[in-house]
């Protein structure tokens, strides 16, 4: 009944709740880190980076079924925080959450941002990406993910962003975090070089 909407993945966007069958949106007065981190532990996706505000991530619909929340950061969900059920709030001031788990991707070094060296955005650090398990597939998802299209090539590059990431999809996946992937573990990456994918659009 708690979920994030309107982000990059299902670890960032704006906080919604599910009461009585219908989805609403907390209000972003007072909300805080503390209150992040609630949110993100509930749903499985670390730890809170970022606590936005006023619809960062759009504005929601339904209901605002939160204000004023007041989480001391230890609780296990977010309704066990304090907080008011009346409220003065519009969607305009709907609260958003950024966890340690969200994943986003970009392409640089190319000629726009669908083609380059593949770098992925993890805890609050860019990565490069391993190219022992970058096929045809992994290359598809993110191109597809990017809204550029498919993989025309697959290039490789040097490492040279203090941290790795590798990805491998059984099949195919929305995106490249739905896909099994391993954090800055130095054997699957061991004589790789940095995947790097050209996509047949433009952006």
């Not at 519009?90 to 950024?98: I, L, N, Q, R, Y």
Request: hydrophobic residues 35%.
């Amino acid at each position: 009944a708690l979920r994030l909407a309107g982000g990059r993945s299902r670890c960032e966007g704006r906080v919604e709740l599910r009461q009585a069958g219908a989805w609403g949106t907390v209000c972003d007065d007072s909300w805080d880190l503390a209150d992040a981190e609630v949110v993100c532990r509930q749903l499985g996706c670390g730890w809170a980076l970022r606590a936005p505000r006023e619809a960062a991530f759009g504005r929601g619909h339904g209901d605002v079924l939160r204000d004023e929340v007041a989480c001391s950061g230890r609780e296990q969900r977010l309704w066990q925080c304090p907080a008011a059920l009346q409220h003065d709030c519009s969607h305009k001031e709907d609260a958003g959450v950024v966890c340690s788990e969200h994943q986003e991707w970009r392409l640089s070094g190319g000629r726009d941002g669908c083609s380059g060296r593949v770098e992925v955005y993890f805890r609050g650090t860019w990565s490069t990406v391993c190219d022992s398990t970058w096929y045809d597939l992994e290359a598809a998802v993110l191109c597809r993910a990017l809204g550029c299209g498919a993989p025309l090539r697959r290039p490789s590059f040097l490492h040279t962003l203090p941290t790795k990431m590798l990805y491998e999809c059984p099949s195919w996946q929305p995106s490249l975090a739905h896909c099994r992937w391993i954090y800055n573990k130095s054997a699957p990456c061991h004589q790789s070089r940095a995947a790097g994918v050209v996509c047949n659009g433009t952006a």
